[in-house]
């Protein structure tokens, strides 16, 4: 029930960048969507959220469709420290976060 | 300084026992939270407190509870240990509000034999 569909692995080149997608089609209006990523062996970590408009921080960009139905995280250069599953996250009211299957990344020297 | 921290990191013990771990965060955060990340690697909230009152309870056994001794702690109890309960356990914080970002402990592997 973590209603947002993501890709089960992506590929990706040292220092190139990476797009990965993730289908939210029940979205509501207040949801916030949230990105993190674990590491292996480690906690989860934040990257970024989101609303409405497209945001960048220093780890990453989060471009929203303009319907909300999709989001994409974009690494602008990826590095072997990047490779990590990468869970797109819908936040509601309650502060409950509820983490799907997520996307393993794979970093290729 | 770590932000959100614990104990033990790994935990070995048998069926039937009770044990406890503990989880302490230094980032004056008001909201406390217990994951399990089970053996396929799916993360699933079990608690979250808030100012010391219950505000998530998942479909969670009553042998696990979570106890507050103040803001800075949330300690996780589990009675009567079994197979089942082998899993990673991760604790997080935040403040509070859906916008804030969750911060996580490093995990501690429980071991039921």
């Known amino acids: 029930d973590a209603k947002t569909t993501q890709p089960n692995s992506m590929e990706s080149n040292e220092e190139e960048p990476v797009h990965l997608p993730c289908n939210h089609s029940t979205i509501s209006g207040t949801d916030y969507i949230h990105w993190y990523r674990q590491l292996p062996s480690q906690g989860p970590e934040y990257v970024i959220h989101?609303?409405?408009s497209n945001v960048n921080n220093r780890m990453a960009s989060l471009a929203i469709a303009e319907d909300r139905k999709s989001s994409t995280l974009i690494l602008h250069r990826a590095t072997l420290r990047d490779a990590a599953v990468y869970y797109c996250?819908?936040?509601?009211?309650?502060?409950?976060?509820?983490f799907g299957a997520g996307t393993r990344l794979t970093v290729k020297p | 300084d770590t932000a959100v921290s614990q104990t033990p990191k790994y935990l070995v013990t048998q069926m039937g026992n009770d044990k406890s771990i503990k989880c302490e965060q230094n980032l004056g955060h008001d909201t406390m939270y217990w994951y399990k990340q089970d053996s396929k690697k799916f993360l699933k909230i079990m608690f979250s407190?808030?100012?010391?009152?219950?505000?998530i309870n998942e479909t969670v056994p009553n042998r696990f509870s979570p106890k507050s001794p103040d803001k800075a702690h949330l300690n996780l109890h589990i009675n009567s240990l079994e197979l089942g309960d082998s899993a990673v356990y991760f604790c997080?914080?935040?403040?509070?509000?859906?916008?804030?970002?969750?911060?996580f402990g490093p995990g501690t592997r429980l071991t039921v034999l």
């Open positions: 997080a914080s935040s403040r509070a509000g859906i916008m804030n970002e969750q911060f």
């Open positions: 996250i819908l936040r509601e009211n309650n502060n409950d976060m509820r």
């Open positions: 989101g609303l409405t």
């Open positions: 407190y808030n100012n010391k009152e219950l505000i």
